[in-house]
């Protein structure tokens, strides 16, 4: 499989953002305001608000710091944060004083195109990058520093991205990932 297909397996499947609205806020009365919000105090110390139109799902905490999580896309992250601050304008909070959005994390999933041998790659990317005990996890865990992610690699070929701000340091990362798997001659 060339790189361009390896590159357009890219899917994400998880963008997590913040930002807040710099004033502190009322979850039990928000709660009552805001339709469709589940606020429950015991089990979880924020508000959860979900999106429909993008599916997300929105922590609002009592601080004024708001976590978007669930979006597809950075797109969808914006549009679904829109959507809150609207609701909380309507609801006569002020957002003028909103923090810049900040990605956290990008989660995407690909595919290598080839069954890997996880106990050859364990030895060939290095033990000090890599955690690999298939009695725990079936997956090898491996540590990037350009870009700054974690790649989970599967015996089907399968990968998983994360902690990657951009999407772009994902697709850095399937190079990254494909130049030394097929450096190694493991690549099939």
Do not use: W
Not at 128 to 136: D, F, H, L, T
């Amino acid at each position: 499989m060339s790189h361009e297909a390896r590159l357009d397996s890219l899917e994400i499947q998880n963008v997590v953002a913040s930002t807040a609205v710099g004033l502190e806020l009322d979850l039990e009365s928000l709660s009552l305001d805001l339709t469709g919000s589940d606020y429950d105090p015991e089990n979880f110390p924020g508000l959860v608000y979900r999106t429909q139109d993008p599916r997300a799902a929105n922590l609002i905490f009592r601080s004024g710091k708001i976590v978007c999580t669930g979006a597809s896309s950075v797109a969808d992250v914006d549009k679904a944060l829109e959507t809150v601050f609207g609701e909380l304008s309507d609801l006569g909070i002020p957002t003028d004083n909103r923090e810049e959005v900040t990605i956290q994390n990008i989660v995407s999933s690909a595919d290598l195109g080839t069954t890997l041998n996880l106990n050859a790659l364990a030895i060939g990317l290095g033990l000090e990058n890599v955690e690999y005990e298939p009695e725990q996890f079936p997956g090898l865990v491996y540590r990037i520093d350009e870009p700054k992610v974690v790649v989970l690699l599967f015996g089907s070929g399968k990968i998983v991205i994360t902690g990657a701000k951009q999407v772009e340091h994902a697709r850095e990362a399937i190079d990254v990932v494909s130049d030394k798997i097929e450096s190694l001659g493991l690549l099939g």
